[in-house]
C-alpha cells in the first residue's frame, strides 16, 4: 500500500509492532520511516509531536485493544467461563501464543516510561481490575479475586519475557494453561 493512502490505524499498527521489537528508545526514527514507509516530514504531519506523540498513539491503541478485546471478553453476556476463555483466546492472539513481546513491556523501560506511566498505570489496573469485578460478580471473594488478577498479568508479564528471553513460546503457553485452569477452579469453587 502506498504511504499517502496508507490510514492512521495502519501506521499506528505498524509503529506498534516496531516498538515491540525494538523497544520505543530503540526505534531510530530511520527505523520509523523504514516501517511506514514515510519521510520524516510526512510522520511530522501524522505525529506534530515526533516520537512521543507515536508513543501516545500506539499506547492508545493497545488500550483500545485492550478494552475491546479483553475488558470487552470479560465484561460479556455470557457464562464466566466463556468470558475467562475468550479472554485468554485474546492474550494468546495478541502475543502470537508468546512469539511476540508485549508493546507495554516495550513502553515500561527507558524514556517511555516516564512519559506514558498515567497511561500504562491505568492499561495494568484496567485489565486487573475487569478480571476481578468478573470473577467477583461470580462469587469468587473479592480479596482472593483481586489477587488471582494480579497474579495474572503479573505472569502474563513475565512470561512473554522469559519465552523471547529463552526463544521458546511454550513458556508463555504453559502459563496461560496453568492461569487458565488456576481461574476456572476459582470459578468452580465459587459455583458450588
Known amino acids: 500500500m502506498p504511504a499517502p493512502l496508507m490510514s492512521r490505524e495502519e501506521l499506528v499498527a505498524r509503529l506498534l509492532e516496531l516498538f515491540r521489537e525494538r523497544g520505543y528508545d530503540g526505534a531510530s526514527l530511520s527505523d520509523v520511516s523504514a516501517a ?3 519521510g520524516k516530514s510526512s510522520l511530522y504531519h501524522h505525529f506534530p509531536g515526533g516520537k512521543q506523540d507515536m508513543g501516545a498513539a500506539v499506547l492508545e491503541q493497545a488500550g483500545a485493544w485492550l478494552e475491546r478485546d479483553i475488558i470487552g471478553a470479560l465484561s460479556a453476556e455470557r457464562p464466566p467461563l466463556r468470558r475467562l476463555d475468550a479472554m485468554f483466546a485474546a492474550v494468546r492472539s495478541f502475543y502470537g501464543g508468546g512469539t511476540r513481546p508485549c508493546i507495554l513491556g516495550a513502553l515500561v ?3 517511555a516510561r516516564k ?3 498515567p497511561e500504562l498505570t491505568q492499561t495494568f489496573r484496567r485489565w486487573m481490575q475487569a478480571l476481578a469485578a468478573m470473577l467477583t460478580e461470580a462469587g469468587v471473594g473479592a480479596a482472593t479475586a483481586r489477587e488471582l488478577a ?3 498479568v503479573v505472569s502474563v508479564q513475565g512470561a512473554l519475557i522469559v519465552s523471547r528471553g529463552t526463544d521458546d513460546p511454550d513458556v508463555f ?4 494453561r496453568r492461569q487458565h485452569a488456576r481461574l476456572k477452579s476459582a470459578l468452580d469453587a465459587a459455583s458450588r
Open 36 to 38: 511506514t514507509s514515510l
Open 109 to 111: 523501560t527507558g524514556s
Open 115 to 117: 512519559l506514558f506511566q
Open 150 to 152: 494480579e497474579d495474572l
Open 173 to 176: 503457553g504453559d502459563t496461560l
